[in-house]
């Protein structure tokens, strides 16, 4: 790490305590300035580099992979794993004039990596909601699942994580988020099963705790679209 961007990044984090984190699916955007997100995109391609070279590619000769370091560093920083270095969206609330139902949006589309192979995960999500006194946009449930699925992560923690941010943002009776999604370390290398797929699901509030609710979301869910993603 020569960096001292990338230096300067890692002291303002050990700085802020101990109970800090920066694993792979945290979010570090608190800790960023200006030219930060520059700085950690230029190191990686560095490393990047190196590592097609340690892999024995002609990169030099190779008009194939000349210009590849770059394009990995970019895509890993600006897209895939966006979420760690750009803040959340924006979430404006309005209030409830009196909906005291459920209410489901999904298939919301999960485009994510896993931290341990660094391989896709690809899949959908849907959220249930017993609002309560404040609701959201349907458009910020996508912003805020993209956000969070944007890191590297394993699946379960990513519910989690989601179901985190969308209670905070809305404050709602219950939640309720399920994902299920194909896992390219199964279907690209290891056993290489194609016909597996993950489902996870994390349930708070009225649709714990209430299984007539549970199952109405999940009886609803199941004739959306895309449950057979």
């Given at each position: 790490?020569?960096?001292?961007?990338?230096?300067?990044?890692?002291?303002?984090?050990?700085?802020?305590?101990?109970?800090?984190?920066?694993h792979?699916?945290?979010?570090?955007?608190?800790?960023?300035?200006?030219?930060?997100?520059?700085?950690?995109?230029?190191?990686?391609?560095?490393?990047?580099?190196?590592?097609?070279?340690?892999?024995?590619?002609?990169?030099?000769?190779?008009?194939?992979?000349?210009?590849?370091?770059?394009?990995?560093?970019?895509?890993?920083?600006?897209?895939?794993?966006?979420?760690?270095?750009?803040?959340?969206?924006?979430?404006?609330?309005?209030?409830?004039?009196?909906?005291?139902?459920?209410?489901?949006?999904?298939?919301?589309?999960?485009?994510?990596?896993?931290?341990?192979?660094?391989?896709?995960?690809?899949?959908?999500?849907?959220?249930?909601?017993k609002?309560?006194?404040?609701?959201?946009?349907?458009?910020?449930?996508?912003?805020?699942?993209?956000?969070?699925?944007?890191?590297?992560?394993?699946?379960?923690?990513?519910?989690?994580?989601?179901?985190?941010?969308?209670?905070?943002?809305?404050?709602?009776?219950?939640?309720?988020?399920?994902?299920?999604?194909?896992?390219?370390?199964?279907?690209?290398?290891?056993?290489?099963?194609h016909?597996?797929?993950?489902?996870?699901s994390?349930?708070?509030?009225?649709?714990?705790?209430?299984?007539?609710l549970?199952?109405?979301?999940?009886?609803?869910?199941?004739?959306?679209?895309?449950?057979?993603c």
């Amino acid at each position: 790490m020569n960096n001292s961007k990338i230096k300067e990044i890692y002291k303002r984090i050990s700085e802020a305590g101990e109970t800090v984190r920066f694993h792979a699916n945290d979010s570090i955007q608190n800790f960023l300035q200006e030219g930060d997100v520059e700085a950690i995109q230029a190191e990686a391609e560095i490393h990047i580099q190196n590592l097609l070279e340690a892999l024995v590619i002609d990169t030099d000769n190779d008009h194939n992979t000349q210009e590849t370091a770059k394009r990995v560093a970019k895509m890993f920083v600006k897209e895939i794993f966006a979420g760690r270095y750009e803040p959340m969206p924006k979430v404006t609330t309005f209030p409830n004039v009196g909906y005291d139902q459920m209410y489901i949006s999904g298939p919301i589309k999960i485009r994510s990596m896993c931290a341990h192979h660094m391989m896709p995960i690809v899949g959908n999500c849907w959220v249930g909601i017993k609002p309560g006194e404040r609701v959201i946009g349907l458009s910020k449930f996508n912003r805020l699942v993209d956000w969070v699925a944007s890191r590297p992560q394993i699946q379960e923690e990513m519910t989690e994580q989601i179901a985190d941010v969308i209670e905070d943002a809305t404050k709602p009776k219950g939640i309720a988020v399920v994902i299920k999604a194909e896992h390219f370390c199964m279907t690209h290398r290891g056993v290489r099963e194609h016909e597996s797929d993950m489902t996870t699901s994390v349930m708070r509030g009225e649709f714990r705790d209430e299984q007539m609710l549970r199952n109405e979301f999940l009886n609803l869910m199941n004739n959306m679209k895309g449950h057979s993603c």
